[in-house]
């Protein structure tokens, strides 16, 4: 008898280690949910094949005065191109109308400085960059209440006017360097001396009864400064400044006889960035005509090739053919998965520093009303932080087909694709870009998805403007493959 139930238990082994091994082996997925592999019998996996394309963005990115700003030029980037970035910012005084204290005649200057608070850079660091400051042209101001888009320069005719200082040499070595002293005790900014003419005619020759009388008769006089680099200069970066920050400010050095002393003593007043009056512009041009990706551009589909750049830049559509005919079935698990192609010849150089945007959002277009919209179902807005990380988008980086930090970027699509197949909802194609400041046309989930709303994509997701730009595996490429990947049951 002991003998018979050894053998039944051998038996019973036996067949059940032959179920569960010739079953298809369940991985976790490339969200990181590892639950599907504790119910490896019945769920199964598969991936559908996309068709890729890369088009340019017509956004009218508009950069607002709480995102930073950027600065110079990227000559050198054999597979974007080139990018050149000016700004143009108005300094005002904090109050009107404006007075130094003291008669003119008392007053002496002592030097003019404007400061300007960096964020950090985005491209080779090696190379110090070239900074002009000019005054803007009087006959092309800068519109009250205006904001403009960055990739339309030419459409609004904003000029530089006459140099108010030499050129400054901005070595990014210097930039923790710190400024102590009994006016200020700061880190992190760039200070760019103008010429003591400026200072003489802001603080001898502008009065309150004249040009200093209220806002309008300030900006009429003093337009206000536009900052600029030049691409011959050879530098391959781009600063990030911030506008709204304390270290951004007009420094007025001066002495006067109002101080009640003897001997006169150094003073300073700041002019500064206003929100809600001052006006900003910065334009950012693109220039992608030599290099690698404007031979995939616009109607080069089936690309194994893709290409995003963070607005004002590209985007990626994506078709999925297969979800037309895919079967019904329990969805556990649906998601698109994007890996940047490495760029194997410049790993050490261009590929190190220009890195990849750190948040790529996916939409669907809606050719009815020809609106990019959320993907149903699964994009719950950017309200809840918690509910945005789980549809991803967020840069991960990975070690993959030999080489290391390969950025990718996974989305979560399961309900949409279980709503096409169960409820035979409607198939869009979708769109991968790199959002700044970004409006969506947002859907409520189902049952609720005829409620609509407007949605805001803004800095906080992790982009600012012009930084990133990722080459990604198109649906035809051998090794970096863009894929959707779907787990589950059958019914």
């Known amino acids: 008898m002991a003998f018979i139930n050894i053998v039944r238990k051998v038996t019973y082994f036996t067949i059940a280690a032959t179920l569960l091994f010739s079953c298809t082996r369940i991985s976790t997925s490339e969200l990181g949910l590892d639950f599907l592999s504790q119910d490896a019998i019945?769920?199964?996996?598969?991936?559908?094949?996309?068709?890729t394309e890369t088009v340019v963005m017509e956004d009218s990115l508009r950069i607002y005065p709480t995102d930073q700003h950027m600065l110079g030029d990227i000559t050198n980037d054999p597979i974007f191109g080139t990018t050149s970035a000016s700004i143009f910012l108005q300094l005002k005084p904090g109050f009107y109308p404006f007075f130094i204290k003291g008669t003119k005649d008392s007053i002496i200057v002592d030097s003019v400085v404007l400061i300007l608070s960096y964020k950090g850079f985005y491209g080779d660091s090696s190379k110090p960059v070239k900074i002009y400051v000019n005054k803007i042209d009087p006959s092309t101001p800068l519109t009250v209440g205006k904001l403009y888009a960055s990739n339309y320069p030419n459409a609004y005719g904003i000029r530089k006017g006459i140099a108010l200082g030499n050129p400054k040499l901005f070595d990014f070595a210097s930039a923790k360097d710190s400024i102590n002293d009994?006016?200020?005790?700061a880190t992190r900014q760039i200070r760019l001396r103008l010429n003591q003419s400026l200072g003489t005619e802001l603080l001898k020759t502008y009065d309150s009864n004249g040009v200093y009388r209220n806002d309008t008769t300030f900006r009429d006089a003093f337009p206000g400064f536009a900052l600029s680099t030049n691409a011959a200069d050879n530098h391959?970066?781009?600063?990030r400044l911030a506008l709204l920050d304390s270290n951004t400010k007009l420094a007025l050095y001066y002495s006067t006889s109002a101080t009640g002393s003897v001997t006169r003593d150094t003073l300073v007043t700041h002019f500064r960035f206003n929100y809600s009056t001052a006006q900003n512009a910065n334009f950012i041009l693109r220039n992608r005509a030599a290099s690698e990706i404007a031979s995939h551009l616009n109607g080069f589909a089936k690309d194994s090739l893709v290409y995003v750049q963070t607005s004002p830049g590209t985007m990626v559509k994506i078709k999925?053919?297969?979800?037309?005919?895919?079967?019904?079935k329990i969805i556990h698990r649906a998601e698109l998965i994007a890996e940047q192609v490495p760029d194997a010849a410049r790993l050490t150089t261009t590929d190190s520093y220009m890195t990849a945007p750190n948040f790529l959002f996916l939409g669907v277009y809606d050719s009815a009303t020809k609106q990019l919209r959320s993907v149903p179902n699964d994009y719950q807005g950017v309200v809840n932080p918690q509910l945005l990380a789980q549809f991803g988008g967020q840069k991960i980086t990975k070690s993959l087909n030999g080489f290391s930090n390969v950025a990718t970027y996974n989305f979560n699509v399961s309900r949409y694709v279980q709503g096409l197949i169960a409820r035979k909802d409607s198939l869009f194609d979708f769109r991968l870009y790199a959002p700044v400041n970004d409006s969506i046309k947002f859907v409520q989930p189902y049952p609720f998805?005829?409620?609509?709303?407007?949605?805001?994509?803004?800095?906080?997701?992790?982009?600012?403007?012009?930084?990133g730009r990722v080459r990604l595996?198109?649906?035809s490429h051998s090794k970096f493959k863009m894929r959707l990947r779907i787990f589950y049951t059958n019914l």
Do not use: C, M, Y
């Open 42 to 51: 019945s769920t199964r996996d598969t991936i559908l094949d996309v068709e």
């Open 182 to 185: 009994r006016f200020e005790n």
């Open 236 to 239: 391959n970066a781009l600063i």
């Open 320 to 328: 999925v053919p297969g979800l037309k005919t895919f079967e019904n």
């Open 449 to 467: 998805n005829k409620i609509q709303a407007t949605d805001f994509l803004t800095t906080s997701l992790g982009n600012q403007p012009a930084i």
């Open 473 to 475: 595996g198109g649906g």
